[in-house]
Structure formats: C-alpha cells, structure tokens
C-alpha cells in the first residue's frame, strides 16, 4: 500500500556535526511535506516544509531537500546540539486530501 | 507559530468510565481539527477528521460510538473516550489546521497520556 517510511529508526550524531535523517514516499500525487520533532511525551513540533514545486527549501539550522523523481526526502540539521535530541517524522499531503499521513519516525541521538 | 492546546494532559480513569479530552486553538480557528493517537515508539495513527458543525470522519477500524468527538466551535474540539478499557490507554494527541499567509499548516497539540486501569 501507499506509504510514507524512513531508512533508518536510529541516528547518533556526535554534537557539533552536521545530521541528515532520510524519509521515501511512494504516492507520486504528494505535494505537500513536513518535517516534526517530537520530545519525549510531547506532541509534535513543526520544523519545516516544502510543496512538490521546489526542491529545497531553508530554515534556522535546517534544510529540508526534495527529491520527486526518486521519491526521496530529507531533513539537514546543521551542527546539531544536545537539544535535537527527538524523535523526527516526515509527513505528506496528496492533492485533494486535508489528511497527513506520517512515516515511522527517526530517533536523533546527539553524542556529547 | 500557532498554539494549540490539550486539557488534561494526563489521566488515569477506571476500566468503563468515560475520558473526555479538549483541545483548543488559542491563537487562530480551526474549522478542521485531527485526533490522533500514538502507542510507545510508534508513529501517529489518524483516528477522525474533526470539522466545525458537522460530523467527524473517522478512519477504518476506528469505533465513532467509542470515541466520540464533538468540534463545537472554531476553537474548540473535543474526544471522548466512553467505556474506556486497558487497550484504550494510549498517547492521544490533536492538531488543528491554520491557513497563514497563503500556506496551510498543522499545528499540533501537547498530548493528552490515558491510562486506564
């Protein structure tokens, strides 16, 4: 079935480097994606999005690259501190629906 | 960004009570509000489409008459748990869509923790 997932359930990143946590979509009629972290117990936070028209897109320490002919997102977070530390979902909207549906989410672990 | 809020943010119920759960956007309305619920290292699961004055849409395999929702308001939409059970608890959280400067946007809630004992 149709399905938005992520390469890898772990990362650990030495504090300071750069990380870069992967997700593919599989519906070619997605046009609306969206990065959340989600803290321990909280809900999820919007970090940053992107529509199917560009191909990057920039934020405060973060980069969010859209790859349609592979079908391939990814979230950059630059020199990442101690606080990245979260859960990271990518989510996608398809033309004509309201609904998210979300990956299965990447647990960022930043090494001290 | 937007806020949106969840009261409580925790409860502990017995086995057959009903839970009720709130959530509000504080800053904007929200004519469309999601429910969503999220077991232990999993991802969200969409449960039901909330719409102001109207009736929600729920997902397959997800009971309307066990988790009833009411979205009375542009403000205001709330989740009933009824006749909650063990397998009920779970992390319920909500989101409410904003339209700001020509974008749409999902801005969720804290969560609200149930357990039920």
């Known amino acids: 079935g149709e399905s938005v997932g992520l390469h890898l359930p772990t990362l650990s990143v030495q504090e300071g480097d750069n990380s870069i946590i992967n997700c593919a979509y599989s519906?070619?009629?997605?046009?609306?994606f969206i990065w959340y972290k989600q803290e321990s117990g909280k809900g999820p936070q919007f970090i940053i999005d992107?529509?199917?028209?560009?191909d990057k897109r920039q934020g405060q320490r973060v980069t969010v690259l859209l790859n349609k002919t592979v079908k391939h997102l990814s979230l950059q977070i630059a020199a990442t501190q101690p606080g990245d530390s979260a859960v990271y979902f990518c989510a996608e909207k398809r033309v004509g629906n309201e609904k998210l549906t979300f990956g299965t989410g990447t647990r960022l672990t930043i090494i001290p | 960004g937007a806020v949106v809020s969840q009261h409580p943010s925790w409860v502990i119920c017995k086995s057959g009570t009903s839970v009720k759960i709130e959530c509000r956007s504080l800053d904007f309305q929200a004519t469309t509000m999601f429910w969503y619920r999220q077991f232990p290292k999993q991802s969200l699961m969409l449960m039901a489409t909330?719409?102001?004055?109207?009736?929600?849409?729920?997902e397959q395999g997800v009971e309307k008459d066990k988790f009833l929702i009411n979205h009375a308001s542009l403000t205001l939409s709330t989740l009933t748990v009824t006749s909650a059970h063990p397998e009920d608890s779970s992390f319920y959280i909500c989101?409410?869509?904003?339209f700001g400067g020509g974008q749409e946007t999902q801005y969720f809630g804290p969560g609200t923790r149930l357990l039920v004992l």
């Open positions: 992107i529509r199917s028209n560009m």
């Open positions: 519906n070619s009629a997605s046009d609306y």
């Open positions: 909330s719409n102001e004055g109207s009736k929600a849409t729920y």
């Open positions: 989101s409410a869509r904003n």
